[in-house]
């Protein structure tokens, strides 16, 4: 791991991310994280706890004007760490952060 990546990724972890999990309601869109930071612009992925499953869900947007879970994020869910997303969801989050930041 070059000092860049480590810096961006302390220990593995994206450090410009907020993770958010609107519980096991039933929405497809259960997890969201949203990149934060100078080479994020507004981006974020929803998904569900099983991203890449043929029935799962993994779609990216992006916010107009500002991210999307500024000034509140009561509509995201409750704040979690990226410790506690899914695996699958993990995998989807270091490879968008990894292309984000241009981490080889």
């Known amino acids: 791991m070059n000092k860049r990546e480590e810096r961006l990724m302390p220990d593995g972890v994206p450090k ?17 994280v949203v990149y934060t930071g100078k080479a994020s612009g507004f981006s974020y992925v929803g998904m569900s706890g099983s ?10 947007g992006e916010g107009t004007n500002s ?3 500024k ?6 869910g409750k704040k979690i760490k990226f ?9 989807v989050v270091i490879s968008d952060y990894k292309e984000l930041w241009r981490i080889e």
């Not at 991203?51 to 990216?60: D, L, M």
């Not at 000034?71 to 995201?76: A, I, M, N, R, V």
């Open 67 to 69: 991210p999307i879970d």
């Open 16 to 32: 410009y991310i907020r993770c958010y999990d609107s519980g096991p309601d039933g929405s497809a869109d259960r997890y969201t």
């Open 51 to 60: 991203p890449y499953h043929p029935q799962g869900v993994c779609q990216h």
């Open 83 to 91: 410790a506690d997303l899914p695996e699958d969801c993990k995998k």
């Open 71 to 76: 000034p509140t994020y009561g509509h995201l």
